[in-house]
DNA sequence: ACTGTTTATCGTCAGGGAGACGACTATGAT
DNA sequence: ATCATAGTCGTCTCCCTGACGATAAACAGT
């Protein structure tokens, strides 16, 4: 079945955002509410047209801009910026009951953020525990402020998002995409509990993140930001491959 | 920027199947020859459109078929069948000259397979070494019978298909998939030294794979196929993550 | 200033897994 | 019979991890 440029289905292409970030010790992730049919008034996730001439990752980066204000960081060495990778993609026939779209999800991982829709356009955004959306992944109701599914296929696409991220903080250096440019170690073990929903030894996980080589590195300076004794410093060192990984404790 | 039915660009949305295979102890992927321009009688990646009602996994399948015959098998439980999964999408605005395309790459792991194009059309189809079509990936020129890239982004698609089986039978039974549904640890483990391309101690392979519950059934029959002592088969096990995972030797 | 609380950081110890290899077994080929 | 080829079982050591004690340095309250 060769390509034949003159005879092919129409498809729209979209990009719809899985946001995330650790709030108040709780994985959150971004929904937006939707203005318009179908679904209008439930939440989804942020999202839009590739355009022309477009690359899926600008559009990706374009959208999360429209949205948050926040500036995807290339893996040019820039560092400010949230990580930005592609996700999968999403085509069902029958996801968008009006026409068919294809939808390539990216997922975003940013540091805590101090306005929710920072540089957000007219419609209301909003930050809400994964648990709430995902209803807490026991098949139980979903409680709280998160009642009802979200648009679309969103709901797949955000557990596929959350489960990414999960699984990658263990043998990559992703969890500090959720840390400001410099942290401490405490602040980033709270970001490998929260993201896994586990209590980890301050002790082991100390260890085991100030000895793997090139993980971290001492910016020198010290702060009492989260209490107690003051506590170093770090930025992200350059390796991006955690060997051996950080072990998820079971159960 | 809510979704706008009427107004979107036009795009066409293509399957493109990195189909990897082990044979000769090397690792293997089918390539056909293309019959039109561009890149006219340049080999690329087996794919095609998909269809107007069809889902993108459809499309990935159906594709496969046509182009080898081979069944992938859902995860409903079917044995037979070759593994298929999403590997990414690839929308650059330039990959295609005539149009805007957009590729959602499947990865598609086979046993190996009596004849190369077994079930495809007319073009013609073979398999050919991951080393030879990526250029052995140490920059040097390409060797032997494939001496140019691969048609489009082809060959960026192809090495992320081998770096995500690389990656994903560490820590996954995914190498089951390259063996027929009965084999020995020793045929296991030269896919595992095919894949990487190392070479793994015998005697701790066969006491990693035997000693993980769930990984091996044995069949209670034996084969002498490889020669020299004969060999227990073992079936696929129920389990599909490797904890801890199979360690791939560095350098 | 003293005490309790909180967080950070260092140390110790036992158990498990993996790499390095030795040894033995069971086939087919010469 | 002998050799070559695979397969399978053991052993030993090292390193990583989990469990957990102990110390250090800040702040809050009295």
Redesign the interface.
């Known amino acids: 079945?060769?390509?034949?440029?003159s005879a092919?289905?129409?498809?729209?292409?979209?990009v719809d955002l899985v946001v995330l970030t650790v709030r108040n010790h709780a994985l959150c992730a971004l929904v937006v509410r939707?203005?318009?049919p179908p679904f209008q008034g439930r939440w989804a996730l942020p999202g839009?047209?590739?355009?022309?001439?477009?690359?899926?990752e600008a559009a990706a980066a374009r959208?999360l801009k429209?949205e948050t204000g926040l500036r995807s960081h290339e893996p040019d060495g820039s560092d400010a910026g949230a990580h930005l990778e592609?996700l999968?993609?999403?085509?069902?026939?029958q996801r968008?009951p009006?026409?068919?779209?294809?939808s390539?999800a990216h997922l975003v991982l940013a540091p805590d953020l101090p306005a929710p829709t920072a540089g957000g356009?007219a419609?209301s955004a909003r930050w809400a525990t994964a648990d709430s959306l995902l209803g807490s992944g026991d098949g139980m109701a979903r409680e709280g402020d998160q009642a009802v599914p979200l648009a679309f296929d969103h709901d797949r696409i955000l557990l596929d998002g959350v489960e990414r991220a999960r699984s990658k903080i263990e043998y990559s250096s992703l969890a500090t995409a959720f840390c400001p440019p410099e942290f401490t170690v405490g602040e980033l073990r709270r970001v490998y509990e929260a993201v896994w929903g586990v209590a980890l030894d301050p002790r082991n996980f100390h260890r085991k993140v100030t000895g793997t080589p090139g993980f971290l590195v001492p910016t020198g300076g010290t702060t009492t930001r989260q209490g107690g004794r003051p506590a170093q410093l770090f930025r992200a060192g350059g390796a991006t491959l955690l060997n051996p990984p950080m072990l998820r404790p079971e159960v």
Chains 1, 2 share one sequence.
């Open positions: 079945m060769p390509y034949d440029p092919f289905p129409p498809f729209a292409v979209t939707r203005g318009e839009g047209f590739v355009r022309a001439e477009e690359d899926l959208e429209e592609q999968a993609t999403y085509g069902d026939p968008d009006r026409m068919r779209v294809v390539v356009d419609r």
